[in-house]
C-alpha cells in the first residue's frame, strides 16, 4: 500500500519555468514531510522538509506549500535550471520512529 | 556536517558469495540508521531499522538471515547480504539519524549509495 502518492511522474520544464510535483499522504500520523533530491548513481539528499504546523516554506528557489486538511503537499522550483534535471522523492514520517515512506518519485528534466 | 559514507561504491560478486556493505557517520552519532534497496526508476524500498547495540527491525517481506545487519557502534553499520544471486543485484542506500539533533529528529541523512551487481 503506497502511503504517499507522488504526481505526475516526469516533467519536462523549460529553463526559468516553474516546476511543480505534488503528493498526497494517507496517515494522518504523519507530522514530518520532506523532499529529497536524487541524481543518477547517487544518494538523495534533503532537499527542504516542512512539519504540519505551517503552510509553506521557503528555501532559496525551493518552496513547499503543504494543505492539512487536503492531506496534500507540494514542491515548487522556481527558476528552473538544467542542474535541477533530477529524480525527486516526497517522504512522510511521524512521531519518533522516522521511518520515511517515499513517494515514488518524479523526474524532472529541465531543457535549455 | 551530518556526512553519511558508503563503503564500497560498487561490489561484483558471484552467485553464492557474501558482499558486506558499511554505512558510516563520519561527524555525528548515529543511534538509528536504515538501510534501503532501490531497484532502476523506482523509490527506496525501507529493509530495516538499525539501532546500535541492538537487533535490526526488519521490514516485511525482507528476510532477516539473508541481509544481516550488525550496528556494533554509534558511527558505523554493516550490511551483510548472505548467499546472494542475482536477484539480489540493487541499489543499496544508508541512512543515519543524527543523535545530537534534538528537535529535528525526523531528519535523516543518506549515503551516497553501493551498486551492487551477481553475476
Known amino acids: 500500500q503506497q502511503q504517499v502518492k507522488q504526481s505526475p511522474q516526469s516533467l519536462i520544464v523549460q529553463k526559468g519555468g516553474i516546476s511543480i510535483i505534488n503528493c498526497a499522504y494517507e496517515n494522518t500520523a504523519f507530522d514530518y514531510f520532506p523532499w529529497y533530491q536524487q541524481f543518477p548513481g547517487k544518494g538523495p539528499a534533503l532537499l527542504i522538509a516542512i512539519r504540519p504546523d505551517v503552510s509553506e516554506k521557503k528555501e532559496g528557489r525551493f518552496t513547499i506549500s503543504f494543505n492539512k486538511s487536503a492531506k496534500q503537499f507540494s514542491l515548487h522550483i522556481m527558476d528552473s535550471q538544467p542542474g535541477d534535471s533530477a529524480t525527486y522523492f516526497c517522504?512522510?514520517?511521524?512521531?519518533?520512529?522516522?521511518?520515511?515512506?517515499f513517494g515514488k518519485g518524479n523526474q524532472v528534466v529541465v531543457i535549455p | 556536517g551530518a556526512v553519511v559514507s558508503q563503503h564500497p561504491s560498487w561490489v561484483i560478486c558471484k552467485s553464492g558469495t557474501s558482499v558486506k556493505i558499511e554505512c558510516r557517520s563520519l561527524?555525528?552519532?548515529?543511534?538509528?540508521m536504515f538501510w534501503y534497496r532501490q531497484f532502476p526508476k523506482q523509490s527506496l524500498m525501507l529493509m530495516a531499522t538499525?539501532?546500535?547495540?541492538?537487533?535490526?527491525?526488519?521490514e516485511q517481506g525482507v528476510e532477516k538471515d539473508k541481509f544481516l545487519i550488525n550496528h556494533a557502534s554509534l558511527t558505523l553499520s554493516t550490511l551483510t547480504v548472505t548467499s546472494a544471486h542475482p536477484e539480489d543485484s540493487s541499489f543499496y542506500i544508508c541512512s543515519a539519524r543524527d543523535l545530537g539533533l534534538a528537535g529535528v529528529h525526523n531528519e535523516q541523512f543518506f549515503g551516497p549509495g553501493t551498486r551492487l551487481t551477481v553475476l
Open positions: 561527524d555525528f552519532q548515529a543511534t538509528t
Open positions: 517522504a512522510a514520517s511521524r512521531g519518533g520512529n522516522n521511518r520515511l515512506a
Open positions: 538499525s539501532n546500535e547495540g541492538s537487533k535490526a527491525t526488519y
